[in-house]
């Protein structure tokens, strides 16, 4: 099956958690927005629809067949055994899910960091709120998302959270992993010495072939000012 | 099977849209963490738990024999073929969980009005940003997505998502409704007139006989403001 992605083209944001694991798994698929001369019009004819029943709430989502589905976590839970990123068990994709949806609650808080007001406002009109977002942030809830996701590590004997074979939720938390990096270099410098499992985490998957090269790729968008991890060197104390 | 629900014994939170599912349903389970005596000491042995293999986030988590599922939206999606409060097919499985999953960042929305800087800090450390935070929200919002949820209501002709036969999204967006008016008699007035659909499906839910029984029963726990729906008068323009 040909998988249809559809996410803005111009930043990683929540569509990369779904590229990285079409990617891991060899998938046949098209990013459609970022074809030249189709693109963005091609996705919004999707959201406004019109003409569809169900039409998704916001990118990303994912065309399969006759499937429409919106979501990144739930994209995710569809296509995790479809493309072999997950164990077959009922159980085992309970879990997956449940910790792919912790993922995209602390992807909302990561975002916050610079739109702790609105997303509707410029970064600037909300910078001393951001400020002040991004040392809680660090304070408390990294520390407290991140240091869970360790202890499932921790558990699991890792260096994956399901241990030795890979899954998609592996292929999120290298993200979260190289999007931190990104975003706040200085800060994350010194805490991954509290999440030592994530960072060998984060580097078992970078050293996994096909991950290997879709990084090297012009696939890979860089990271930006515009996604979800952005690099304000005032919040990076 | 008895299902075994933990969460919070003082507050709705977000144990209330599985309470809500379970008691439409006229299932058999137990909200653990309210039995005297008992209560928030079991919850928190799962969380912390050194024993379990794979303990949860958060609350709020359902037991379901051998299975430990947190995440409210997950839980649903687990729920909602069971409790016969989702129709059977893939394709309408997937689409529930889809919108709850909309229902769910809604929510993380509504509680930052709030708490928009941190869950961390007391209401009146953040009320300054709260304001601004509560303007945004109604000004841009939830017009965007109770609008969107408005739409699905229109396309499916009503009054449920699934047209005519209830499902456990309905029962969310019904307490949706019932928290916004609570938090914001106000602003909820105007607004009501926006969302029409949405007001004949809190409408229709209300007076479900199951239903009806619940919210009158002390199994409901009231409004206030220590959950996700807050009444501040000074956010209520």
Redesign the interface.
Known sequence: MRYELYYWPEIQGRGEFVRLALEEAGADYVDVARRRGYGVAAMMKFIGGEGA?????APPFLKAG??V???S??ILH?LGPRLRLVPRSE?DR??A??LQ??VT?LV?EIH?THH???S??YYED?RA?AK??TK??W???APK?LG?FE??LE?ARGPYVFGRKVSYVDLSLFQIVQGLRYAFPKRMKRFEKKVPRLVKLHDAVAERPRMAAYLQSDRRIPFNEWGIFRAYRELDA
Do not use: C, M, N
């Not at 029943?53 to 709430?57: D, E, I, S, V």
């Open positions: 029943a169900r039409p998704p709430y006759k499937l589905i919106a979501q976590a739930l569809y159980a309970l879990w899910h449940q949806l912790t609650d909302k916050d702790p007001i609105s509707g406002l909300q709120a002040r977002y809680e942030f304070r408390v809830r998302l869970y202890s499932v558990k």
